[in-house]
């Protein structure tokens, strides 16, 4: 599998480190639910074929934070996003699923 980072174009999987789900959360530590919330955040995945959203580090690279949209099925990329755009709220396809 090769990676179009939006930096440094496209490159082997081997410069990536894959960093998980891109859609969960972190639980709130002030909520009395806490324990059972970051154990569910932490251990309970559910893995759907199709495209998910994933989190990719570009550790031989540019270091960039991604978020790529995959189909784990048949590992095509469907897009690939600067992790900050999507934080910031600025990736046309976070603006898609809201
Ligand atoms: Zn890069």
Redesign the pocket.
């Given at each position: 599998m090769r990676i179009a980072?939006?930096?440094?174009?496209e490159?082997s999987l081997d410069?990536y480190l894959y960093s998980g789900d891109a859609t969960v959360r972190r639980p709130d530590t002030s909520n009395p639910t806490a324990i059972a919330d970051f154990v569910s955040y932490v251990y309970e995945r559910t893995n759907p074929p199709g495209q998910h959203r994933e989190l990719w580090y570009?550790a031989a690279?540019?270091?960039?934070w991604?978020v790529l949209t995959r189909d784990v099925s048949t590992h095509a990329i469907a897009s690939i996003e600067p992790a900050k755009d999507v934080a910031l709220g600025a990736s046309p396809a976070m603006k898609d699923t809201a």
């Open positions: 980072c939006p930096y440094c174009g490159r410069e570009h690279g540019c270091h960039a991604l």
